[in-house]
């Protein structure tokens, strides 16, 4: 799935790609692995890394040097932790816009169904008698 390089794309296609090379492509982590943390099936990754996922997808300012070294001991690479890190990104990052999509499509819909705004008869104006031959 090459990225084009052109103004015509789509930011979807854009992010379709960017997922693709992160949770498909080659790595020293394990692709299941990767697509499990950007998922958070947190039941299907070892438990040394739940917390650390969690962590990420909902706080990652809140992610430790101490937590990353955790990974370490555990046997994990740094370049296995980085490669983790992007995973989980990427899945908080796909979540987000797909809320994000949604909201915008609720909103269209609502528009599309609804019907003017009603203005009472006290805010609209009044039509004198020089203003109606005027019109007419």
């Known amino acids: ?4 390089n052109d103004e015509s794309a789509r930011p979807e296609d854009l ?5 693709h090379a992160v949770l498909e492509g080659p790595g020293s982590t394990p692709a299941r692995v990767r697509q499990a943390v950007a998922a958070a ?13 969690a962590t990420l ?10 937590q990353v070294r955790e990974l ?14 992007v995973a989980v990104s990427v899945g ?10 949604a909201a915008l499509a ?3 819909a609502r528009l599309a ?9 006290q805010a609209r104006p009044a039509v004198t008698g020089a203003v109606r031959s005027a019109v007419a």
């Open 57 to 66: 997808r909902e706080h990652a300012w809140r992610s430790t040097d101490e």
């Open 72 to 85: 370490l001991a555990a046997g994990w690479s740094e370049d296995q932790v980085y490669e983790l890190t």
């Open 41 to 53: 099936k947190l039941d299907e990754v070892s438990r040394e890394l739940r917390d650390y996922v």
């Open 92 to 101: 908080a990052g796909q979540r987000r816009v797909d809320a994000g999509l």
């Open 1 to 4: 799935m090459p990225l084009q």
């Open 113 to 121: 169904t609804a019907s003017p705004p009603r203005v009472p008869p």
């Open 15 to 19: 992010f379709a790609v960017l997922r």
């Open 106 to 108: 609720r909103a269209e």
